[in-house]
Nanobody
Framework: QVQLVESGGGLVQARGSLSVSCAAS????????MAWYRQAPGKQRELVAA???????NYADSVKGRFTISRDNAKKTVYLQMNSLKPEDTGVYYC?????????WGQGTQVTVSS
């Protein structure tokens, strides 16, 4: 059974920092592309950052220079370090694992940035 479990969300003031993690089980983690998405109230889910099995990363323009995605294959965990947070970063952050036709999602963790 595949499970992606996010943790680390919470409430933070603008310009603050927060880190979220996603622990995976039931998949051969190292071959998956891992990604973080977010969904703000009333908006569509959007890609925030992704990291391939080879360690290549890409980021949404809105978070470049502020967020960093990383992975630890030994721990089967992907991280998102978020710095210089803005109120518009508020939303539910979801972890996703993708490999070929397989696509899995976590349950999400709430990140709220107060102004």
């Amino acid at each position: 059974q595949v499970q992606l479990v996010e943790s680390g969300g919470g409430l933070v003031q603008a310009r603050g920092s927060l880190s979220v993690s996603c622990a995976a089980s039931g998949i051969f983690f190292s071959i998956f592309t891992m990604a973080w998405y977010r969904q703000a109230p009333g908006k569509q889910r959007e890609l925030v950052a992704a990291i391939t099995s080879g360690g290549d990363t890409n980021y949404a323009d809105s978070v470049k220079g502020r967020f960093t995605i990383s992975r630890d294959n030994a721990k089967k965990t992907v991280y998102l370090q978020m710095n210089s947070l803005k109120p518009e970063d508020t939303g539910v952050y979801y972890c996703a694992a993708t490999y070929r036709a397989g696509n899995y999602w976590g349950q999400g963790t709430q990140v709220t940035v107060s102004s």
